[in-house]
T-cell receptor
Framework: GAVVSQHPSRVICKSGTSVKIECRSLDFQATTMFWYRQFPKQSLMLMATSNEGSKATYEQGVEKDKFLINHASLTLSTLTVTSAHPEDSSFYIC???????????FGEGSRLTVL | QKEVEQDPGPLSVPEGAIVSLNCTYSNSAFQYFMWYRQYSRKGPELLMYTYSSGNKEDGRFTAQVDKSSKYISLFIRDSQPSDSATYLCAMSKTGTASKLTFGTGTRLQVTL
């Protein structure tokens, strides 16, 4: 079964609203989690690294105020797309590294459609 | 130039064929090389990883890394319809559970 759970799997929202996506590690703790964005027929692009108890580290070109990341506990990270616009429509995927196995586990992804 | 280049396909092969998937990269600092499989609308799952140059085999899958050419490959023997998915190569400087740089993915279709 999945060891990283992502919710919601699909969300449709109106332009201008905010959407929150949750990423949970189910049976292990993760001090960091990674958020990716994937456009059709393109690779996963790392957006940011969330750090439990501290600020997220954003990749170059990613708007911090647009994509708010909070790593509230050792098993939960959230990505909030603020004032969403149609160009924010994409597939967002989180991942969490498991320290004891050295493996990176991915969530199922969240497809955001902004009308 | 992208750091990691991968032919997006699609690649269609008959059941039982040997499949060869490849990526090239430009950053010589990459040390860890991974192959992920992604089914439609799902997150990627790790198939195999290799550290530095060399070959690694796991069942029907073989991963090869040639650091001198900055070229990596994944071979699938006796391909099955259930192998139909998108295969993404990914690379890292520091480990398999750290920041990864992905290729675009190659969509594979294995037909009956």
């Amino acid at each position: 079964g999945a060891v990283v759970s992502q919710h919601p799997s699909r969300v449709i929202c109106k332009s201008g609203t905010s959407v929150k996506i949750e990423c949970r590690s189910l049976d292990f703790q993760a001090t960091t989690m990674f958020w990716y964005r994937q456009f059709p027929k393109q690779s996963l692009m790392l957006m940011a690294t969330s750090n439990e108890g501290s600020k997220a580290t954003y990749e170059q070109g990613v708007e911090k105020d647009k994509f708010l990341i909070n790593h509230a506990s050792l098993t939960l990270s959230t990505l909030t797309v603020t004032s969403a616009h149609p160009e924010d429509s994409s597939f967002y995927i989180c991942s969490a590294p498991r320290a004891d196995t050295g493996e990176l586990f991915f969530g199922e992804g969240s497809r955001l459609t902004v009308l | 130039q992208k750091e990691v280049e991968q032919d997006p396909g699609p690649l269609s092969v008959p059941e039982g064929a040997i499949v060869s998937l490849n990526c090239t990269y430009s950053n010589s600092a990459f040390q860890y090389f991974m192959w992920y499989r992604q089914y439609s609308r799902k997150g990627p799952e790790l198939l195999m990883y290799t550290y530095s140059s060399g070959n690694k085999e796991d069942g029907r899958f073989t991963a090869q890394v040639d650091k001198s050419s900055k070229y990596i490959s994944l071979f699938i023997r006796d391909s099955q319809p259930s192998d139909s998915a998108t295969y993404l190569c990914a690379m890292s400087k520091t480990g398999t559970a750290s920041k990864l740089t992905f290729g675009t993915g190659t969509r594979l279709q294995v037909t009956l």
